[in-house]
């Protein structure tokens, strides 16, 4: 089965909108990050953030190790947070990122 | 400070064509990862380095797929006869240490017609 799960699988906001994508994962990580992609593009790091509570703008991720999620909050939502997220984890000492199929938000202005 | 870069950005073949494709990882960064990302899927890892040596490529097609990284810094993708199959986005992403955070480049767009 998929070891890293998100939810919702889309989502669409109007501007302004807050949103809360979640990432359940299977086994314990080492590494934990969110990342952006527009359509036909890169992967942005948004966060690493393994463990606690990340503010980085206007992105807080909250990671609960024991109980193996994680989530990703959007405060103001603007038509330019629209894309894919994707959460990414490291399990023991593999090295490699094994990641989520994304939630693809919408923000409609 | 540059990130990753990658080239070529978009590469078109015919099956049992053979392409290469190159990364430059962050400055000073000892961790290479090569990464396949089907259309509408998450990235798969497929192989990666630290320094010079490869730490895991298990995941490589290793009847096809060949990569590289003889010096610890730059390193190239190989595929020698590519099939429909293998159509796809190939990130590459450098890290320094364990557990580090991962910087992906911006990908190559592989179609196989």
């Known amino acids: 089965g998929q070891q890293v799960q998100q939810s919702p699988a889309s989502l669409v906001l109007q501007e302004g909108e807050n949103a809360e994508l979640q990432c359940n994962f299977s086994?314990?990580?080492?590494?934990l990050q969110w990342f952006y992609q527009s359509p036909g593009g890169s992967l942005v790091s948004l966060l690493s953030?393994?463990?606690g509570t990340k503010h980085t703008g206007r992105l807080t991720s909250t990671t609960v190790t024991k109980e193996r999620r994680s989530s990703l909050h959007i405060s103001s939502s603007q038509t330019t947070d629209s894309g894919t997220y994707l959460c990414?984890?490291?399990?023991?000492?593999?090295?490699?990122?094994?990641f989520g199929l994304g939630t693809t938000l919408q923000v409609q202005p | 400070e540059a990130g990753v870069t990658q080239s070529p950005r978009y590469a078109v073949l015919q099956e049992g064509q053979a392409v290469s494709f190159w990364c430059d990882p962050i400055?000073?960064?000892?961790?290479l990862y090569w990464y396949q990302q089907p259309r509408d899927q998450g990235p798969q890892l497929l192989v990666y380095?630290?320094?010079?040596?490869?730490?895991?490529n298990s995941q490589l097609p290793s009847d096809r797929f060949s990569a590289v990284r003889p010096k610890g810094t730059n390193s190239t993708l190989k595929i020698q006869s590519a099939k429909q199959g293998d159509t796809a986005t190939y990130l590459c992403?450098?890290?320094?240490?364990?557990?580090?955070?991962?910087?992906f480049g911006p990908g190559t767009r592989l179609t196989v017609l």
């Open positions: 992403a450098s890290s320094l240490g364990d557990h580090a955070e991962q910087f």
């Open positions: 086994s314990t990580a080492t590494q």
């Open positions: 953030n393994p463990s």
């Open positions: 990414a984890i490291e399990t023991g000492n593999t090295g490699k990122l094994i």
């Open positions: 400055s000073g960064h000892d961790t």
């Open positions: 380095f630290r320094d010079e040596a490869v730490i895991d």
